[in-house]
């Protein structure tokens, strides 16, 4: 084989090289984004959660004493 030959060779794997690492840190870019998405979508639903919860039982409680307001008159 011939210098440039060999160095043609050397130059295309490494190319390859560099688009397989890349690629491998797009990969890993996403999977990092759809992880913070879905921890962000869950901490969401709990908040949301907890706050149905709160405000359910402040209206229990409200009930509750309207009720009994209504039943002594």
Known sequence: ???S???SKV???ET???VQEATM???QATQAATQAGMTSTFGATQ???WSVMTVGSVALVVGI???LAVAKD
């Open 1 to 3: 084989m011939e210098q």
């Open 5 to 7: 030959e060999l160095e």
């Open 11 to 13: 130059h295309s794997l």
């Open 16 to 18: 390859a090289l560099a």
């Open 25 to 27: 840190a797009g990969a």
């Open 47 to 49: 908040a949301g959660t």
């Open 65 to 67: 004493f309207l009720g």
